[in-house]
C-alpha cells in the first residue's frame, strides 16, 4: 500500500494558520469602487485552509494522491492558492505552464505529461476535450467555474470557505454606525452568524473528516513534487521536475534574502513567489493582471494596492516595474510602505533600478534577481552595489552583473559547447577552451533548489545536466564569467550567440554598449548567415521621432570605440521588438534573426 505523503513546508502554512488564523492570507480583487479602481476582498489564514482541506480531500477520495500528476490550468485567484494548497497536502504533483505559449505548443507539452488529473477553468477543459488524444491518461477531473459541455465535478459543487466572519464584521459595524442597539438585536446577530456557519461547514463538508489529511508522512525530499514548464522563449519548451527538497530550500532561500524577517504584506505577480511567501505568514495581494500580458498591468492600480494594504515587499518583472517607474515619475505618488523590490523574469535595465531609488523611500532596497525554471533563485544583487560603479563597467562592454550566488547556491563555468557534457571530468578536460572566449563560458549551477532532471524530454537530461559523483550540474544555456569577488557577469544566451570568422559575439555584452547612445529604447545583436561565418547585425529600437540616420552614424561612432562593439557595421531599425509572453521582457532575438535576413536579403543596410 503506497504510503500517504505531504509537503513538509506545510506546515509552515498550518504554524500560521494556528497563530494567526484571521490573518489575510490572500488578499484579491473582485469588482470596481465608485472611483473606478478595483474593489479587493480576501481569504484569512483559517479559510484558505479549511478550503484547500476540503478540496484535498475530495481529490484524495477520487483517487488523486501521491505522485499523481494534475494538470493546473487556472489563473491567479483564491481558487488557484486553495487548488495548489489541496494538491500538495495530499502529496500530488501539479503540472503547471504558460498557456500564452501557445495552443499547439501547450497541447504537446501536456501529453508528454502523462497526467491523469486535470484542473482547470472553462476554456482549458474546452480544450481537453477538443483534443482529447492529448489527454487520454486523464481519469479526474475538476472545472473551476462553470461547465460547459462535460461532465465532473465542479470546484463550487465542493464549496466554498465560510466567510461569515467577513460578514458578521460588516454586520456589526453596519449596526454601530446606526447607534446603539439592545442586547437581543445583538444575540440575535450572534445566533444568527453561527447558524450560518454551522449551516455551511455541514453543507460543504469534505467526505471524511479532515484528521486525514494530518494522518500523513513527509515525502522524502527528493521526491518530485511539482513539474514546471519552461516558456520556450530562448529555446524548447521542457518539463522541469521540481523536488520537494527544492521548493523546500526556495522558502529558506527567499527568507534568507529579506534577512529571514517577515515578509508583512506582498504583491504577488508570479504564483509560486504566492505559495512560498504563504508559507512565510505574508499578507499575499494580487493586483489585477493578465498573466499573458504582463505588461498591460494598469501601474495605477499598482500603486493603490500597494498604498491601500501598505505591502511591504514585491516581485515584479520589468514589464511592471517600468510602468510603475513611469507613473511614480510622473505622479509622484509616495508609497511608504514598500520597503524592498525583487525583479525577475528577465534582466531590469539600470535606469529602472536607478530610477526607482529615487522615487522610493531612502531606505529601500531594490534586488535584481537572476534565475529560471529549473533554478530559482540562482543570484541576486542589491542596487546599491550595482550602482556603485557595476554599471558602468556594464557600458564598457563587461556584461550584466547579476550579483553574487544565492544562499547554497554553487557556480563555476564550462566551455563553450552545444554538445553533451556527461561528467565534470569530461568538463575539465575542455577547460582551456576558456581562454578562446576570453573567459566566457556557460555558467552551471547546483545546490539545494536546483532542479536535477528534466520529466520530458528524456534527451534534455544528456544536454542540460553534469554528473560529479552525486552533485548534479545544471547547464544554465547562458554565458557568463565571474570576477574575483565571486559575482556573476551575464554576457547572453548561449543559443543566442553569433558566431563570425573572427570569434563568438555575445549579445547582452555588446547590446549593453549601444544602449546608452541617446535615442536608443534596446538593441539586440542577432547573426545572418552561416554559423562560423556570420555577420553581426545589430537591430535597434529607436524612440519616436528620432532621425534614424543620425543615430546610425551615433551608433557606428560608438562601434568603434571598444574591442566588443567593433565588428558591428550593420545597424537595422525595428518598429517594436518581439518579447516573451510570461515577462513580456525577453528580447526574441530568434525572431529579428529572421527578420534581418530577410531585410538585408533586400538590401536594407545602415
Request: charged share 20%.
Amino acid at each position: 500500500m503506497t504510503t500517504a505523503t505531504y509537503w513538509q513546508a506545510i506546515d509552515r502554512f498550518r504554524a500560521v494558520v494556528a497563530a494567526d488564523p484571521d490573518r489575510e492570507a490572500v488578499i484579491y480583487p473582485a469588482g470596481q469602487t465608485a472611483s473606478g479602481l478595483p474593489d479587493y476582498r480576501h481569504l484569512t489564514y483559517r479559510e484558505l485552509d479549511e478550503w484547500s482541506d476540503t478540496i484535498g480531500l475530495h481529490l484524495a477520495a477520487a483517487g488523486v494522491g501521491r505522485g499523481t500528476r494534475t494538470i493546473v490550468l487556472v489563473l491567479p485567484s483564491p481558487e488557484l492558492y486553495a487548488i495548489m494548497l489541496g494538491l500538495l497536502k495530499i502529496g500530488a504533483i501539479p503540472v503547471v505552464i504558460d498557456p500564452g505559449m501557445g495552443l499547439r505548443k501547450m497541447l504537446n507539452c501536456l501529453r508528454a505529461a502523462n497526467a491523469e488529473a486535470f484542473i482547470g477553468i472553462p476554456q482549458a477543459h474546452a480544450a481537453r476535450v477538443l483534443f482529447g488524444k492529448y489527454f487520454r491518461d486523464v481519469r479526474v477531473t475538476l472545472t473551476v467555474g462553470p461547465r460547459w459541455f462535460w461532465g465532473g465535478p465542479t470546484l463550487r459543487a465542493w464549496g466554498a470557505p465560510v466567510t461569515s466572519g467577513r460578514l458578521g464584521n460588516r454586520l456589526r459595524n453596519n449596526l454601530d454606525a446606526a447607534g446603539p442597539v439592545s442586547a437581543k438585536v445583538a444575540a440575535r446577530l450572534d445566533e444568527l452568524l453561527t447558524t450560518l456557519a454551522d449551516s455551511r461547514k455541514t453543507e460543504h463538508r469534505a467526505p471524511f473528516d479532515a484528521f486525514t489529511l494530518k494522518d500523513r508522512v513527509p515525502a522524502p525530499a527528493d521526491e518530485t513534487l511539482l513539474i514546471a514548464y519552461t516558456t520556450g522563449s530562448t529555446g524548447p519548451a521542457k518539463a522541469v521536475e521540481m523536488t520537494h527538497g527544492n521548493l523546500s530550500a526556495m522558502v529558506e532561500q527567499v527568507h534568507a534574502a529579506r534577512g529571514r524577517v517577515e515578509p508583512g504584506t506582498s504583491l504577488i505577480t508570479l504564483p509560486l513567489v504566492g505559495i512560498l511567501d504563504m508559507l512565510l505568514g505574508s499578507r499575499c495581494v494580487l493586483p489585477p493582471l493578465v498573466p499573458s500580458k504582463v505588461g498591460s498591468t494598469e501601474p495605477a492600480h499598482v500603486v493603490d494596492a500597494i498604498n491601500r494594504f501598505g505591502v511591504k515587499t514585491m516581485f515584479a518583472s520589468p514589464a511592471v516595474l517600468i510602468p510603475l517607474l513611469r507613473h511614480l515619475e510622473r505622479h509622484r505618488t509616495p508609497i511608504p510602505t514598500l520597503h524592498s523590490i525583487y525583479s525577475g523574469g528577465a534582466p531590469v535595465p539600470d535606469w529602472c533600478i536607478a530610477g526607482l531609488r529615487q522615487v522610493l523611500a531612502e531606505d529601500a532596497e531594490v534586488y535584481a534577481g537572476y534565475g529560471s525554471t529549473e533554478a530559482l533563485p540562482m543570484s541576486t544583487i542589491e542596487s546599491r552595489e550595482l550602482l556603485d560603479g557595476l554599471v558602468e563597467r556594464a557600458h564598457l562592454g563587461d556584461g550584466t552583473c547579476v550579483g553574487r550566488p544565492a544562499e547554497g547556491v554553487r557556480a563555476r563555468l564550462v566551455a563553450i559547447t552545444d554538445d553533451p557534457i556527461p561528467t565534470w571530468a569530461q568538463a575539465q578536460a575542455r577547460e582551456g577552451e576558456l581562454v578562446g572566449t576570453r573567459g566566457i563560458g556557460e555558467l552551471v549551477v547546483s545546490g539545494p533548489n536546483v532542479s536535477t532532471r528534466y520529466y520530458w524530454p528524456e534527451s534534455a537530461n544528456l544536454a542540460g545536466k553534469i554528473h560529479e559523483g552525486e552533485v548534479v550540474w545544471h547547464r544554465t544555456g547562458d554565458l557568463a564569467w565571474i570576477d574575483d569577488e565571486g559575482r556573476i557577469w551575464f554576457c547572453g544566451r548561449k543559443s543566442q550567440r553569433v558566431q563570425t570568422s573572427d570569434g563568438p559575439m555575445f549579445s547582452v555584452q555588446v547590446e549593453q554598449v549601444f544602449n546608452t547612445v541617446p535615442g536608443v529604447v534596446r538593441t539586440a545583436l542577432v547573426g545572418v548567415g552561416t554559423r562560423g561565418t556570420q555577420l553581426p547585425v545589430l537591430c535597434v529600437e529607436a524612440e519616436s521621432g528620432v532621425d534614424t540616420t543620425k543615430l546610425a552614424t551615433q551608433l557606428r561612432e560608438r562601434a568603434a570605440e571598444f574591442e566588443v562593439t567593433a565588428p558591428v557595421s550593420t545597424f537595422l531599425f525595428h518598429p517594436k521588438f518581439p518579447v516573451d509572453i510570461r515577462h513580456n521582457a525577453k528580447i526574441g532575438r530568434e525572431q529579428l534573426a529572421v527578420w534581418a535576413a530577410e531585410r538585408l536579403g533586400k538590401g536594407d543596410r545602415r
